[in-house]
Structure formats: structure tokens, C-alpha cells
């Protein structure tokens, strides 16, 4: 089958410090690869996405590169921020039936 | 202009009320989506549209019924409401293979 795990939150950090989002991924053929953030009482937003292996997908310091022998698509940024504070959200589509699969989410707090 | 937008923002109803959500997109997608987010941010798909026609149709109580009138809206009604379907509820579009487009949620509230 197809789904997304992602690390459990929340992720509590300090303000410059570097932040790791762990994501694996099962998928029945290619998949594109998202990540997607959440800000409070907002909708889902695409951060960035990775269309084939090895690519890296890159955004606002975010990245994340698709790593097709170990199935994942981490992200991170070198120096978060207290407006980094969301809902991060892994995800994969298949073009085929235009599905995606998201995981449950990680939330992160970054403390000045 | 809003790319996707969802109306109510806000519901609050009594358990076995009848209620409808509406869904509007202006980016000339193809694939329009709802998405139901529980409590613990758990996001799962519901129902998917491409062209008005339903493809994708998660095990969910026939109580929901989406309604595609066009491309650009997707509607959702939800009879005989219960305390679970409280939630937020968000649309969401697509075009081939590419990101979705979120619109801002609406969040249902069943007393």
C-alpha cells in the first residue's frame, strides 16, 4: 500500500537552532514528494516538493531531498525560527489516480 | 483573489442537523478534493472530483454526499450530523500531478 510516517511531535526548540523532520514513505511506483506547513487556524501550504530521486526541493531555508534507496524525504533547516512555529505535514502523490497520502503531522515550536 | 475559498469558515450545529459546506476554486484545476482534519491534525481524504466526476470515495458514512455542479465547485452536505464528524474540513484543488492548493478550513462544531 501507499502511506507517509513522520516523526511524533512536538518538536521544541530554540531559536537558531537546527531542526530535523523525519519522513518515510511506501509507495506502489514513483511517487512526487511535498512537504506542507500549517500555520495556525490557516490552511495547508506547500513548503516544497521533490519530483524524482535524488532531487532536492528547497524553500524559505527549508530542505528536503528525496532519497529513493532509504524512502525518504527528511526535512530540515539550518536555523529555524520563532515564525517556523506550525503543523509540518509530509506527503506523497500518485499521478495516476491524483491521490495523496499525508502523514499525521509534526508540530513545532521554536522558542526565542 | 482567494485561490480556494470555503464557506462557512465557522459552523456550530445541534446533533441531527442537516449542513453544507461550499467550495469554490478559481485556478482552473480539474481535481477538486475534501479533506476532513480531526483533532489531532490527522488529515484524510474523503471524497476527490476530476471533471465533476467522483473518483475517489474513502470509506465514509453515506451520510456525506459531495456535489460537483462544475470544475471549479465542490460542495459538501452532511445529514443527520453527529458529535464525530466534528472537525475541520478543508477543499482542496489540484491540476495533473501537481501540489494542492488548500482553502482555509472550515471548522464544524456538532453539540
Known amino acids: 500500500g501507499n502511506s507517509v510516517t513522520q516523526m511524533e511531535g512536538p518538536v521544541t526548540l530554540s531559536e537558531e537552532a537546527f531542526l530535523t523532520i523525519n519522513c518515510t514513505y511506501t509507495a506502489t511506483g514513483y511517487p512526487s514528494l511535498f512537504w506542507y506547513v500549517q500555520y495556525p487556524g490557516e490552511g495547508l501550504q506547500l513548503l516544497l516538493k521533490a519530483t524524482k530521486a535524488d532531487d532536492k526541493g528547497s524553500n524559505k531555508g527549508f530542505e528536503a531531498t528525496y532519497r529513493k534507496e532509504t524512502t525518504s524525504f527528511h526535512l530540515e533547516k539550518g536555523s529555524v525560527q520563532v515564525s517556523d512555529s506550525a503543523v509540518y505535514f509530509c506527503a506523497l502523490s500518485l499521478y495516476n489516480f491524483n491521490k495523496f497520502y499525508f502523514g499525521s503531522g509534526t508540530k513545532l515550536n521554536v522558542k526565542p | 483573489d482567494t485561490a480556494v475559498s470555503q464557506t462557512p469558515k465557522y459552523l456550530v450545529t445541534q446533533m441531527g442537523n442537516d449542513k453544507s459546506i461550499k467550495c469554490e476554486q478559481n485556478?482552473?484545476?480539474?481535481?477538486m478534493y475534501w479533506y476532513k482534519q480531526d483533532s489531532k491534525k490527522f488529515l484524510k481524504i474523503m471524497f476527490s472530483y476530476n471533471n465533476k466526476e467522483l473518483i475517489i470515495n474513502e470509506t465514509v458514512p453515506n451520510r456525506f454526499s459531495p456535489k460537483s455542479p462544475d470544475k471549479a465547485h465542490l460542495n459538501l452536505h452532511i445529514n443527520s450530523l453527529e458529535l464525530g464528524d466534528s472537525a475541520v474540513y478543508f477543499c482542496a484543488s489540484s491540476q495533473a500531478e501537481g501540489e494542492l492548493f488548500f482553502g482555509e478550513g472550515s471548522r464544524l462544531t456538532v453539540l
Open positions: 485556478l482552473g484545476h480539474d481535481t
